[in-house]
């Protein structure tokens, strides 16, 4: 009997023990449920939302990628204008550069042909002007030339010179100049000497026998070496040096014959 009362009251305990458990399990299904119902709220609410939110964003997306485009569109188009006005600016420079150039070589032509016919004229003025002078046969102590082999070298190699054999004619002023540099005839001569140099186009020497002409006091061919000083540095391509020159003519040699000539250089190498 007694055992079976311990059955009974066991079983009973299970079965309260049963009943907790079973009851504590469904206020925690309870709350779970709660809480998941809650989560469905919002996730419903969120979902609402997106459906509103989602045509605004769609829109506003395409109205991006629209304006990119065009951004990318207008961006291309301006890049391909500048690149043409690039290119048409070369092309401008390029045309500008030739065509300095060639009214820089057209200059430089006119100017040396212009040279070639007055120092040719000049030179063919100096020649008759000497044969029609009176012989005189004395000289210096110092000099090995009398005033007739002086003048007979120098119409010779005036001749060379007109000629174009310029190898004679430079050893032939060479030889006035060195040897009787007190004549009168001898800044003619060092003015021929670098005449000479300049018909050969050796413009670098050319101006260096001009500078020698101005040495010669009471010379009347300073205003012709200074002319040619212009030219020969406007065909070596310097042409601050050669604006230098015609200036300094116009400045020192007003009454010069060459003024023209200077002042219309440097006009024409303005204008270029």
């Not at 709660?34 to 997306?61: F, H, M, V, Y």
């Not at 991006?64 to 401008?92: F, G, P």
């Not at 060639?102 to 040396?112: A, P, R």
């Amino acid at each position: 009997m007694i055992k079976m009362m311990g059955f009974v009251s066991l079983a009973v305990l299970l079965a309260g023990t049963a009943v907790s458990a079973q009851s504590n399990a469904a206020k925690e299904i309870k709350k779970l449920n709660g809480k998941i119902s809650k989560q469905n709220e919002k996730i419903e609410s969120l979902e609402t939302q997106i459906q509103i939110l989602l045509p605004d964003l769609k829109n506003a997306l395409r109205a991006t990628l629209a304006a990119k485009q065009q951004t990318d569109s207008v961006a291309i188009m301006l890049i391909n204008r500048i690149n043409t006005l690039q290119n048409k600016i070369r092309m401008l420079e390029d045309k500008a550069a030739y065509s300095d150039s060639t009214n820089f070589q057209i200059l430089s032509q006119l100017v040396m042909i212009e040279n070639k016919i007055v120092t040719m004229a000049n030179s063919f003025t100096e020649m008759y002007a000497l044969r029609d002078t009176p012989e005189d046969a004395s000289s210096s102590s110092s000099s090995p030339y009398t005033s007739t082999s002086y003048k007979k070298q120098y119409i010779s190699a005036l001749g060379h010179y007109q000629n174009g054999d310029y190898g004679p004619a430079i050893q032939g002023f060479s030889e006035l100049v060195l040897g009787s540099p007190n004549n009168p005839l001898a800044d003619n001569s060092q003015y021929w000497l670098a005449e000479c140099y300049y018909s050969q186009k050796n413009y670098k020497r050319a101006v260096a026998e001009l500078e020698k002409v101005f040495t010669f006091p009471g010379t009347d061919k300073n205003d012709d070496a200074q002319l040619k000083l212009g030219h020969a540095y406007l065909n070596m391509g310097n042409i601050d040096k050669a604006r230098e020159e015609y200036q300094r003519l116009l400045d020192y040699f007003p009454g010069s014959e060459f003024y023209p000539k200077a002042k219309d250089a440097l006009r024409q190498l303005s204008v270029n």
